[in-house]
């Protein structure tokens, strides 16, 4: 529901996942109009935990869906949505893996996004991930997402970006990502400050103690077996890293 009694923003969500991010913007008051995801077993987490999405889901890669599509099913305009969120394939770019950036097929989903950005032309967007986005040896990435999004814009967008820790805000997990956020209207976009304490950072008193697994885990029930769908995704990891990494 929204906070405080907001008129819901319209939000398009782009490699939504199994709904994490879609899930804090419906928290802050934002109306996911339609979501985009290619994997079959977290399309089916998506429609099993938000029924409205089975007429907003468009269950194909993103290179091959138009922006006047994803307007369509929206039911908005160019210049209509409030936001453009997501987090593009991280394999790419992240440290654990090879760093092939563009010339892993998996990079062009950035160029993607952005290219639904300037088409779609919302008030804001939000790209979420791995801080090895943003130290590519060759390439400066906000500068290349700020040439893709405002290329050929009367209106440029404005950008920040930052590299959050999620156990600074309350997840119990030592979870680093960048976030790149643009807007077009005049004015300033702020980070929020870190709510809770960790061992690494200025201790403030004013922060509340960082969570823990334990915390997130107490009272939980009982845990069934995995189904069928983890046993089927997990089949598939190795094939992946084996794939993608030169190993199992």
């Known amino acids: 529901m929204p906070r405080r009694g907001r008129k819901p923003i319209p939000a398009i969500s782009l490699f939504s996942g199994s709904g994490g991010m879609d899930l804090g913007f419906a928290r802050e008051g934002f109306d996911i109009r339609v979501a985009v995801e290619v994997d079959p077993a977290a399309c089916d987490t998506l429609r099993r935990n938000w029924p409205s999405y089975r007429h907003r889901l468009i269950e194909r890669p993103l290179e091959d869906i138009s922006t006047d599509e994803l307007l369509t099913v929206a039911g908005l305009g160019v210049a209509e949505a409030g936001i453009v969120f997501g987090g593009p394939p991280c394999q790419p770019w992240c440290v654990a893996g090879n760093r092939l950036g563009f010339d892993d097929p998996r990079g062009l989903a950035l160029l993607e996004f952005c290219r639904v950005v300037r088409e779609a032309q919302p008030a ?106 983890a046993h089927r995704v997990a089949t598939t990891i190795p094939r992946r890293n084996e794939r993608w990494y030169g190993k199992r």
């Open 124 to 229: 804001t967007f939000c790209i979420e991930n791995v801080p090895g986005l943003l130290n590519l040896s060759d390439t400066s990435m906000p500068e290349l997402i700020a040439e893709e999004i405002n290329r050929g814009l009367a209106i440029k967008y404005q950008f920040a970006s930052d590299v959050l820790n999620a156990a600074e805000y309350g997840v119990p997990q030592q979870r680093r990502r960048v976030f790149i956020v643009g807007w077009r209207t005049p004015g300033e976009f702020y980070f929020p400050a870190p709510t809770h304490q960790i061992a690494s950072a200025p201790k403030r008193p004013w922060k509340k103690p960082a969570r823990t697994v334990g915390d997130a885990f107490k009272g939980l029930p009982t845990p069934t077996p995995p189904s069928p769908i």
